[in-house]
């Protein structure tokens, strides 16, 4: 006979959240614990561009749609280190903990899918907005910019990161190598980022450049951040986020349905 | 607590890639038992235990836990089961205590209970030494107490583990079979999956016979030796026997030379009957031996081919 006693603990009444809490605490401790290679290595980056092409190099170009070279430039490096932040945070965890098997506890767990992806993608933006912040200050501290709009900033950062963090999560799925995670980044994000105008205004670009960045989902990435940092962008704002907002949700669907179908995590 | 059988599970089929894992198996598991999968590697006992648990999507079949379809209520039936696996799958970046802590979290406990609950498990299992160390330091042995503690962090009331013992020393062996069987003791319904005949003697109240995706057979392991095989009484007498006495026929008798090989069930009990049957025959004792059939024995005559080492493994 059964013992009545041993039993788990009951099912609250209601939404229980420990359970997601716990896997999203793992996740954010995981980048807290290693800040030395996950906060600090973006922040100094974006110092370094600050201070080489805004103070040297931007001192000798003119201003740009009215800003200060160094201004102009911010926007594109602080989205920068958010791209990549959130991208490699969940595809690091994610990749690891499948390949070492211990994604097992998570999958046996009584977490739904759902809490699952959440906790992944919510550790991955968090990583993505603090990164976020630290260069927002140091931004502030180096040019004397804050943002135009601090509300749109903040949501423009978390779908930018959301959309970012389900990509790394897709990668970390299908990889089958270090390689093919890093893969996104060396020959997507990155090209895409550097020719999305972090540098420069599309206005400054001849055609058939200055057309072609417009099918590049990064310029739209990097000038709804713009426009919510400076007031203003190359695009308007409302069809910026028209485009990435649904994006962002999307990815995040599309990455609960890879777990729920168990995509490379159950046989 | 539902009631019911613990584990249920009804014409499961599995296929991986052309390759048949399981073809139909049934069985079921009484809650508050002890039971056994025995079979060789590749036979499908780590399939049906990856259903149970989550890790494997079954193709066809029920598989219930406490009356719970598995996949339809996958996160009530995740909360009744305890799973170590037969790996070492283990975050290698994080203290153990973390490791048990976050994973009682996954099941609903509080921080504080989590953190409660690691301390303790690390304690019972000899770990507290090496709480604050990740698992690079621990030997095979504690690693594989660790994923049994990582298996009762939530006090399951049913857990499952797929060859607990594989790869530990004798005297680990021996101490993780009475923490298994003081579980079970006290309530928890125990599935094991093992290759090894002495384990699954030793603990099982029942067994399934497990081959090529298949349960062969079911039933204890006392049961399945009296009704699958026969032991074996060897009588040497004091000179050459020609001829066996006809009692002596339903004994299946082989004789070489002055030995008498006898195979039957049961042969302690059927011993005095054989030794009566020769004396009265005028036949003198010069030696008797006796070996009992065991699940090895079973084994082999329901499958053809001993547990070890069907494919070169274990």
């Given at each position: ?82 791209i ?105 994000i990155?090209?895409l980022t550097?020719l999305g105008g ?18 590049n989902p990064i310029f739209y990435v990097i ?45 | ?314």
């Amino acid at each position: 006979m059964a013992n009545p006693e041993l039993t788990t603990p009951p099912l609250r009444r209601g939404y229980d959240p420990t359970g997601l809490l716990a896997h999203y605490r793992r996740e954010c401790h995981r980048f807290f614990r290693l800040w030395r290679q996950t906060l600090f290595p973006p922040v100094l980056t974006a110092t370094l561009y600050i201070l080489v092409f805004g103070k040297s190099l931007g001192s000798q170009i003119r201003e740009v749609d009215g800003f200060p070279y160094i201004q102009y430039i911010f926007p594109g490096l602080l989205i920068m280190g958010v791209i990549n932040n959130a991208y490699a945070n969940v595809a690091t965890s994610l990749y690891v903990a499948r390949t070492e098997l211990f994604i097992q506890d998570l999958l046996t767990s009584p977490l739904s899918y759902f809490e699952m992806v959440l906790a992944y993608i919510g550790g991955s933006v968090t990583r993505g907005l603090t990164v976020a912040m630290m260069t927002a200050v140091v931004g502030f501290l180096l040019t004397g910019t804050l943002p135009a709009h601090p509300f749109l900033f903040l949501i423009t950062i978390f779908c930018v990161a959301l959309l970012f963090a389900s990509l790394g999560t897709i990668a970390a799925l299908w990889a089958t190598s270090w390689d093919n995670v890093n893969m996104f980044v060396h020959f997507i994000i990155t090209p895409l980022t550097f020719l999305g105008g972090v540098f420069y205004s599309i206005n400054m670009l001849p055609e058939p450049f200055r057309t072609a960045s417009q099918f590049n989902p990064i310029f739209y990435v990097i000038n709804a951040v713009r426009y919510s940092i400076l007031g203003k962008s190359d695009v308007s704002y409302g069809l910026a986020m028209a485009l990435l907002a649904p994006l962002a949700f999307a990815g995040f669907a599309f990455c609960v349905h890879l777990f729920r179908i168990g995509y490379r995590i159950q046989s | 607590m539902p009631d019911g059988p613990a584990i249920e599970i009804e014409d499961l089929r599995k296929r991986y890639r052309g390759l048949e894992a399981l073809e139909g198996i049934s069985l079921r598991v009484e809650q508050g038992e002890f039971f056994g999968l025995l079979g060789p590697n590749g036979a499908g006992k780590s399939t049906t235990l990856g259903i149970l648990t989550g890790l494997v999507r079954r193709d066809s079949g029920r598989a219930d836990v406490l009356g719970l379809d598995v996949e339809k209520h996958y996160r009530t039936v995740r909360r009744y089961i305890g799973l170590a696996t037969q790996e070492f799958n283990f975050d290698r970046f994080l203290p153990i205590e973390d490791l048990l802590t976050y994973q009682g979290g996954y099941f609903g406990l509080s921080r504080s209970r989590a953190r409660g609950r690691a301390r303790e498990l690390l304690d019972l299992f000899g770990l507290t030494e090496k709480r604050r160390e990740t698992i690079r330091s621990l030997s095979g042995g504690m690693k594989r107490r660790l994923l049994i503690a990582k298996a009762l962090v939530h006090e399951p009331p049913i857990i499952i583990l797929d060859e607990p013992t594989a790869g530990v020393d004798v005297e680990l062996r021996h101490m993780l079979w009475s923490m298994l069987e003081d579980l079970n003791r006290k309530g928890t319904t125990v599935l094991l999956t093992t290759h090894y005949i002495e384990e699954a003697e030793a603990l099982c109240k029942r067994v399934s016979i497990i081959d090529h995706g298949r349960i062969v057979t079911t039933g204890s392991p006392a049961e399945l030796i009296a009704r699958e095989t026969a032991g074996t009484i060897e009588i040497t007498l004091d000179g050459p026997l020609t001829s066996v006495p006809p009692e002596l026929a339903s004994f299946g008798p082989e004789i070489d030379g002055a030995r008498l090989s006898l195979q039957v069930r049961e042969p302690s009990r059927r011993l005095g009957e054989a030794l009566a049957v020769l004396q009265r025959n005028g036949q003198l004792i010069h030696d008797v031996r006796m070996r009992e059939a065991n699940l090895e024995d079973v084994f082999i005559h329901l499958t053809g081919h001993p547990i070890e080492g069907r494919d070169g493994q274990s």
